[in-house]
Nanobody, 115 residues
């Protein structure tokens, strides 16, 4: 069973910053496309950011310029650095690893943006 383990969620004020981390098995981390998704209450899960093996990244329009996805190769982890957070960013954030039609998911970590 492949385990992706997220950490770093919590409560933050609007305009604040937070960093999420996702630890993955080494073989998964090196071979799969890594991504962060989020699901807000009452909404569908949406893609937030992706990073591929060569380091190329892609972001949802709603977070572009505020969020940064990065890989820490020695630690087999993927981080999501979130700045200028807004109440609309409140959601459960999920780590995802994808290879062709194979998907692995973490259990999610809650981010709440509120004053």
């Amino acid at each position: 069973q492949v385990q992706l383990v997220e950490s770093g969620g919590g409560l933050v004020q609007p305009g604040g910053s937070l960093t999420l981390s996702c630890a993955a098995p080494g073989n998964i981390f090196r071979s799969y496309i890594m991504a962060w998704y989020r699901q807000a209450p009452g909404k569908q899960r949406e893609l937030v950011a992706t990073i591929v093996n060569n380091g190329n990244t892609n972001y949802a329009d709603s977070v572009n310029g505020r969020f940064t996805i990065s890989k820490d190769n020695p630690k087999n982890s993927v981080s999501l650095h979130m700045n200028s957070l807004k109440p609309d960013d409140t959601a459960v954030y999920y780590c995802n690893a994808r290879f062709v039609n194979i998907n692995y998911w973490g259990k999610g970590t809650l981010v709440t943006v509120s004053s």
